[in-house]
Structures are given as C-alpha cells and as structure tokens.
C-alpha cells in the first residue's frame, strides 16, 4: 500500500485525540484512504511530563521544521490562536503541503488570504473541525446540500454558552457559577469571554455563511450579542410565554443581502433546537428542495474533533493525485465576488420579532402611552405581561411579544418610550424566531 507521511502542530486535546484516532482506526482508515498515513513528526512547545521515548514519531518544540520537513505531504494544524498559528499555515502553504485545521479564529478572520495562498501553490486549506466539531455541517453545506437554494442556517454552535443557558433555565443556577464548571469541565476557549460575548459564534457563523450562500468571508460584518446581558428574570418570562432562550448563530438569505447574526434568541418551546441541550450543538437548514432539516450532535471535545480533522485527512489523501483544479474549492462555489453575490446587511434592516422587557410606573395611561408609541412605529403587539405581583417602589415589568418588523423601527420606538418619564430603566429586548 502506498503511504503519506503528516505532521501535526499542536499536541494538546485535539492533537492527542487526532493520534488516538488514526492509530485505534489505523486499519479502516487505509482502507477508505488507499493509502498508509504516517505520523511523521509532531510539534509540541513543551513535551515535559511527557514519555516522548514511547510516542511512535519524532516530537520537536520547533513547529517550522515540521511545515519544511520536504517528507511531509500534509499538516494538520490543531494549535489554535492566531500566531504564529497563521505563520505556519502559510509557510506549509508555501511549501506545497495541504494543511487541515481546526481553527475557527484564524478561517474567519484571515481564509479569504489564506484560501488564495493555498489555490497558488496548488493545495488544499481544509477545516471541517472549525464549527460544529462532531456535525459535518461543513461537509453538509459545501457537498451534500448544494442542490438547494438554502434561506437559512441557525445553530447552536457554542457548546459552553448552550451549558450555561441550559443550567440557568433548567436550574435556575447563576450564570457566574456553571461558567466556572463550564471551564473545569474543559468547554469553554482558553479566554472564556469569546465564548460568552458571542465572538466564538461568530467566528463559526462567518464560515458558515460563507459556505451556504457562496459570500466571502466577513468576519467584522457579523453582528454579535454575547448572553453575559442576559437575566434569570428573562429567562422565567420567556418560559411563561412558552420559549426558551438560545443562544443562536444565524445566517438568513433576504432579497437584498443576508443577515449574519450571534445573539440570545426566544425560540418556541417545542422546537427542535429548544431541545438540544447542555454542551451539544445543532444546526438547522432551511433549503427550497431539503426544507427544513436539522444536525445535532458534540460541538466540541478531544474525539468529536478529531474525527472531523481525520475527515478532512482522509478527503485529502484520495485527493493527493487529482490536480488542483479537479479538486473541490473552499465553498464549493466557483464565483464568491460576483457582482451579483448577496451583502451582509446592517442589523437596522433585520426582519425579526422581538421580546420587549421594561420598568415603568404602575400609573393611568402608561400603557396606552407605550402601546401609541409601538403602533407609531407600525410595530403589531403579539402578547403583553404586567407583573403587577413583582410590584416594587410602584414600579412593574411590563413584557411585550412583538410580530415581525425591521430592527430600525423597534429601535426607534426603544428611544421614544425610554424618554417617558414613567419608564425608570432603560428597555431591554432580546429577539424571537419561530421557524416556521
Ligand atoms: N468553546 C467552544 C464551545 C469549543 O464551547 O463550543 C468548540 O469550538
């Protein structure tokens, strides 16, 4: 049998799960890739505490000799961050070899330079392990789906962040308290926030959308809201009007662009997505042929990872002979800056209905007032709350669920009715989505 030596960047879970994988399905692996996959060399900035005698390849804590090791054909890339991550991908790059990674950061926000660098040298930048790390969800969009006009891809892909709301919700737990066993149990980033502010979704949304409407990537043009604003009080209210709150990464096709957005999401109740919980991922597909479909499964974790990367190795393996232009590009689409590709729209022009959460004075007239204010703004009423029982200082929430309409006129009407001197706090509103 014929045999590709690989180098591997990064020995950390995912680098130590990758191993485990190739070498406990050595055998099936062949067999599907044709060819004998030798780990030639791995790189490590620290091998102490390690038995490096017993490990089966050459361990260096000088990643440059692995990505201009001449024997080595592929690198797989699972150190993460942005450098000297970024440095290595294009010195392997230059150097002729495909790479695979799973680093959601470095695609999103650098891909579109690197994707070129990979065309000119004739190789592949493969990265199905940077969302959704068990769902194939890229392999799905980019192969298995393109029959399809797709309108919608919503997830959750933010393993950390769905743990936190599912214990909030279900527990009634402070947020402060199952992030931390969030991190003991080794979800979340190394820097938390980024899971939390909403900028790991981001990353993964970016690369999705990409791949699902054939749009460059545009990393800064997502719009982000983290679930560190968000209330118990929120979450019991959206339990009362029967939703629970998700954290959602969304891409949605409209006529004139596309909404790419992170934010917390009142969803109903009986749902598919309201379904999946803890630290599991789902992304859902809405195409015109398909309709609605739906892919759960570990978004993160030392295998579910690693079998995405041995994915990608393998893809690349039975690739190794085919010239690059027979091979499949990063989107699976041959023009991403057509003039007639589709803009990422400003959120003033999102189409949504929100939840509506204020404070106002338990007075005559104020909920007329609030009400003339909404329909002003041509905003229809789907529901309204008074918590008069939460009555405090003779201030009450007031909760509204609105029907569809574009962001800038609930902005709008948010400014108008926060200057009543009857409401004491500023509004809060967390947007609704039924997929239907
Ligand atoms: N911190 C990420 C999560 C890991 O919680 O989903 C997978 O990208």
Not at 2 to 17: A, D, L, N, P, R
Not at 26 to 31: N, S
Not at 38 to 51: E, F, L, P
Not at 389 to 407: A, M, R, S, Y
Request: glycine letters at 8%; proline letters at 3%.
């Amino acid at each position: 049998m014929k045999s590709v030596s690989i180098g591997i960047i990064g020995y950390g879970t995912v680098g130590q799960g990758v191993v485990e994988v190739l070498t406990q399905n050595a055998r099936e692996i062949e067999r599907r890739g044709g060819y004998q996959i030798h780990i030639k060399k791995v790189a490590k900035r620290s091998w102490a505490g390690i038995d490096t005698a017993a490990l089966p390849f050459e361990c260096t804590d000088d990643a440059m000799t692995v990505v201009n090791d001449p024997e080595i054909q592929i690198i797989l890339e699972l150190m993460g961050g942005d450098e000297p991550a970024k440095t290595l991908i294009e010195t392997a790059l230059t150097n002729r070899k495909h790479v695979i990674t799973a680093n959601k950061a470095l695609i999103a926000k650098h891909g579109q330079s690197l994707f070129e660098l990979a065309r000119a040298n004739e190789v592949e930048l493969s990265y199905e392990a940077s969302v959704a790390g068990g769902i194939p969800v890229i392999k799905l969009l980019r192969e298995a789906l393109t029959a399809n006009a797709i309108s919608s891809v919503a997830g959750i892909i933010n393993g950390t962040g769905n743990f936190i709301l599912t214990a909030m919700t279900e527990q009634g737990r402070q947020f402060d308290d199952v992030l931390k066993e969030a991190q003991a149990l080794g979800y979340a980033e190394a820097d938390p926030a980024f899971d939390i502010n909403g900028t790991d979704a981001a990353h993964k949304i970016t690369i999705l959308a990409s791949i699902a409407f054939g749009i460059p990537l545009q990393f800064d043009a997502v719009f982000t809201e983290g679930i560190d604003t968000l209330t118990p009080a929120d979450i019991v209210n959206a339990a009362e009007l029967g939703f629970v709150i998700k954290h959602l990464g969304m891409a949605i096709r409209r006529e004139h662009g596309i909404e790419v957005r992170v934010h917390p999401t009142l969803i109903p109740s009986n749902t598919m997505l309201a379904g999946v919980k803890g630290v599991m991922n789902a992304v859902q597909v809405q195409g015109n042929a398909v309709d609605n479909s739906l892919y759960y499964g570990p978004g993160a974790g030392r295998l579910p990872t690693a079998s995405a990367v041995v994915a990608d190795l393998i893809d690349a393996v039975r690739e190794l002979n085919l010239d690059s232009e027979n091979r499949l590009n990063e989107f699976g689409f041959t023009e991403i800056f057509d003039k007639n590709v589709l803009p990422i729209l400003p959120a003033e022009e999102f189409l949504t209905a929100y939840y509506v959460r204020m404070s106002v004075r338990d007075e005559i007239g104020v909920l007329a007032e609030v009400t003339r204010i909404l329909a002003k703004h041509k905003i229809s009423i789907e529901s309204i709350i008074q918590k008069i029982e939460q009555k405090q200082n003779g201030v009450i929430p007031l909760i509204f669920l609105t029907d569809i309409v574009q962001e800038k006129y609930l902005r709008d009407a948010v400014k108008e009715i926060e200057s009543m001197v009857a409401v004491t706090e500023p509004l809060r509103y967390i947007r609704v989505e039924y997929f239907d």
